[in-house]
């Protein structure tokens, strides 16, 4: 369990490193990148939990990739 909180509370504090991060330019990509990683982690640990670790590596290409192409172009 103190995992799971230093994970969401570095992912918390580290967020608005992923938005300032992107260009000057105010696209949504920053904003994007840190919804999708926070759907990826939460979509990882239920395939991890239903399915076992196994599964989880084959799943774990396929929901990066998905979350990385479903980003918005810059």
Do not use: E
């Amino acid at each position: 369990m103190k995992r799971i909180a230093t994970l969401a509370a570095g992912l918390i504090l580290g967020s608005p490193a992923f938005a300032l991060a992107a260009d000057h330019s105010a696209s949504y990509r920053g904003i994007g990148w840190i919804y999708y990683t926070f759907i990826s982690t939460i979509l990882i640990y239920g395939v991890h939990d239903a399915f076992g670790k196994t599964a989880m590596y084959v799943a774990v290409p396929i929901i990066l990739g998905w979350s990385y192409w479903m980003l918005p172009p810059n």
